[in-house]
């Protein structure tokens, strides 16, 4: 079997694609007309109405002359049902682009639809380039903040906690400039806002100097990983981990700042298809007999590096469709959180191949981040390929997050409600009450955020 590499593990024919799971699966559903559906395919509604403005006037015109319920939308990437909506949905496509940038400060004003994937190159024209990133890039700017959207590192927050103004649309057709010196309690509820604030139409953020970065990965023993993971996120600028399940090993990504040249080829078709037959040949084999030829498989994947301009190193793209769950548990509980949901998916037999991901981020001053307030946080998350019934493997594990002190991705599937949120956000009755300030009558609610917030309006 020849050597594998980390591209082959992660990228486009991620594990999923070795199930068989196609998006074609998906789109051989012919809904009505007007549906939407999520990435994932886990949620479908049926809006009234599309509506999509050309500027932020005739958005505030909208809210201001139209009835019934709205929900703005972006690329549609959270798993949660955020977005659903019978009533009137909101698509910002149209307001993108770079607007203003600060050379000196590295600051850049975008409209908020623009995706992140269309940022990274337009920023590297004007010399700057974006802290961090998440997995993927296809988000929009106002959807990846209005969920605490992160990437990892000892140093680095959610994109959130890089907003430093915002402009926001209210349901009576208001436009407010938000900062941090001018509103401070309704700016730091409005950069993660869930869309339940108002539309947001434009962001300023907080940049660098454009870099390049080089990541290095290597597969090694789950326990050694989390053993030295102090001084591995120390050490370097982006650590994390893909802990294989039914195995005792994980995928370790060390990304670090370079001046070396450019150097990242594209995944080799061999390289995909040796994986690929390895894996379709375990996949036929009981959860319970997998380990020892998981093991074996983790041991044939080589280390590999890359070097590439920062937002190609950053982010990924990931074909194949799934459903994800993901808490983030206090940094000091992250290890022992881990271990307990890998051993629980070899005690239960859990038929599940694709890997978790293990990651640090850093405390920031929104309200509703997974990681606001005094600690830092490590992200955990667990996924499902997009075909198969998620909720048993889910409800298994959440209650283990739970546990843990764990804060659900608001962009992701959790089953909680104000009650258990209200205990783990310090700051959620505030938002609740800024909320209900600037939407009294729950025109921007729907059936999953009225459970979120506790609403009955
Ligand atoms: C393959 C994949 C990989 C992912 N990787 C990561 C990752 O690495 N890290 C991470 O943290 N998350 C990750 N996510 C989750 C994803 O980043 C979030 O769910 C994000 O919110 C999706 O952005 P979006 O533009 O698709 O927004 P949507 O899912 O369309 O909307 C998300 C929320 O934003 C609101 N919203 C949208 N536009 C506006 C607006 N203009 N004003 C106000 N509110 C608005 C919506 O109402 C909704 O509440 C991933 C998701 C997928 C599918």
Redesign the pocket.
Request: proline share 3%; charged share 15%.
């Given at each position: 079997m020849s050597k594998l590499t980390r591209r082959t593990f992660l990228g486009n024919t991620a594990l999923a694609a070795f199930f068989g799971t196609t998006s074609s699966a998906l789109s051989s559903v012919q809904d009505p007309p007007l549906s939407w559906r999520?990435?994932?395919g886990g949620e479908v509604s049926y809006p009234k109405s599309r509506f999509s403005p050309a500027t932020e006037e005739q958005l505030a015109r909208f809210f201001a002359t139209s009835l019934g319920s709205l929900?703005?939308?972006?690329?549609?990437?959270?798993?949660?049902a955020?977005?659903p909506t019978d009533g009137h949905l909101?698509v910002?496509d149209q307001?993108s682009g770079l607007l203003a940038q600060d050379e000196t400060r590295h600051l850049a004003t975008f409209a908020?639809?623009t995706?992140?994937s269309d940022m990274g190159p337009v920023l590297a024209g004007v010399g700057q380039g974006m802290l961090n990133?998440?997995?993927?890039d296809?988000?929009?700017?106002?959807?990846?903040?209005?969920?605490?959207?992160?990437?990892?590192g000892i140093d680095f927050k959610?994109?959130s906690g890089y907003v430093t103004g915002l402009r926001?649309?209210t349901v009576d057709g208001g436009v407010r400039d938000l900062d941090v010196s001018s509103q401070p309690d309704l700016f730091a509820a409005?950069c993660v806002?869930?869309?339940?604030?108002?539309?947001?139409?434009r962001m300023t953020l907080q940049n660098r100097a454009a870099y390049r970065l080089k990541q290095t990965t290597w597969v090694e023993k789950t326990s050694t990983l989390l053993q030295d993971f102090d001084s591995h996120t120390s050490a370097h600028r982006h650590f994390e981990l893909f802990p294989l399940v039914h195995s005792d090993y994980s995928m370790a990504l060390a990304t670090d700042e370079t001046d070396e040249a450019i150097n990242n080829p594209a995944a080799s078709p061999e390289e995909d298809a040796a994986f690929d037959n390895a894996m379709r040949g375990f996949m036929m084999i009981p959860p319970s007999l997998r380990r020892p030829l998981i093991n074996t498989l983790a041991e044939q994947i080589g280390p590999s590096e890359r070097v590439d301009v920062s937002y190609k190193i950053l982010?990924n793209i990931?074909n194949n469709?799934?459903n994800?769950m993901?808490y983030s548990v206090p940094v000091e509980a992250g290890a022992d959180c881990l271990k307990e949901i890998l051993a629980t998916i070899i005690d239960k037999q859990v038929d599940v191949v694709f890997p978790l991901?293990y990651?640090y981020?850093c405390r920031d001053d929104t309200m509703l981040s997974?990681s606001s307030g005094d600690e830092d946080h490590a992200?955990i998350?667990i996924h499902r390929v997009a075909t198969e019934d998620y909720r048993p493997y889910f409800d298994l594990i959440e209650p283990i997050f739970w546990k843990y002190g764990g804060r659900p991705?608001?962009?992701?599937i959790h089953s909680l409600g104000a009650g258990q949120l209200a205990s783990l956000y310090p700051r959620f009755n505030e938002f609740t009450a800024i909320r209900k300030a600037l939407d009294p009558q729950g025109r921007?609610l729907n059936v999953h955020?009225r459970k979120v917030f506790g609403e009955t309006i």
């Open positions: 999520n990435w994932s929900r703005p939308v972006g690329s549609g990437h959270s798993f949660s955020l977005v909101v910002i307001l908020a639809g995706r992140l990133l998440p997995d993927i296809r988000q929009t700017l106002a959807g990846a903040t209005a969920t605490a959207t992160h990437g990892t959610c994109l926001l649309i409005a806002s869930l869309g339940a604030l108002g539309v947001v139409s982010s990931r469709r799934f994800e993901e991901e990651r981020v997974m992200a998350s991705h608001w962009g992701k921007l955020l």
